[in-house]
């Protein structure tokens, strides 16, 4: 992998991984178009993503570090174990399990067979489907995070499981439970970006390994993990004010839009589906 294409695949990354329009998608579609026929690979993808989920970090910081706290607190007898924020510690845990345990169970079907762009296809226009009627329900909502039950919590990691194929989205797939099950468009959104830090950070980390095996190098992989950092950062700032005001319809006929190129270019000879 060149510099140019680590720039742009950075750039990418951080662009769509936060909008439910799968980040995985992008990359693996651009990246064969800009690698004539190569797909930059589930390890490229997934340390890039290190560089979206830091922005998480920053962005939700004074959160996150009162979860953190408070979690902690409460394992000691210092703090009371029904405050919110202890839950929402232990909600973020059991909601990642589904897809720590999924992602050992499939790694190798993860990493090759479940990248074939006729699946990304298909995924790219069934979630479309499911975001549109998800978000015509969540026009009706009331729930806030505050609510957010030990059931639902677990159905929440469930649905972010999904994402593990191409073309699902990680922050799609997760918002469109958080709809069906009657919250906020803001709340199931905040929930989305929290949950996902473990499981980002831990395919990360796991797949620093991969890197440098002479298909993917340090230097443009760590540029792309940084601007990926600095333009997610930027998106997650947009996307919190988008959604107070604005539905997510627009992103689903993007969805649906960019699955009919993709299967056209295909079809044409273009992309090649593995």
Known sequence: MGWFEAI???IVQGLTEFLPISSSAHVSIIGQLLFEGRDPGAA?????QLGTE??????????????????CLALVGRQERDDPDVRMGWLVIIGSIPIVV???????????????????????????VVLFFADRVGERNTRELKDLSWGHGLLYGLFQAAALIPGVSRSGATISAGLY??????AATRYAFLLAIPAVFGSGLYKLKDIGDGTTAWGPTVVATILAFLVGYAVIAWLIRFISTHTFRGF??????LAAVVATLLLTGVLQAS
């Open 102 to 128: 999924l992602g050992l169970l499939f790694q190798d079907a993860i990493d090759s067979t479940l990248r074939n762009l006729w699946i990304t296809v298909a995924m790219l226009a069934g979630v479309a």
């Open 252 to 257: 689903v006929y993007y969805r649906l839009g």
């Open 8 to 10: 742009v695949l950075g």
């Open 54 to 71: 830091t922005a998480v970090l920053v962005y939700f910081w004074s959160d996150i570090v009162r979860i953190i706290k408070k979690w």
């Open 44 to 48: 490229f993808t997934a340390v890039t």
């Open 181 to 186: 099950m009657g919250y906020t468009r803001e």
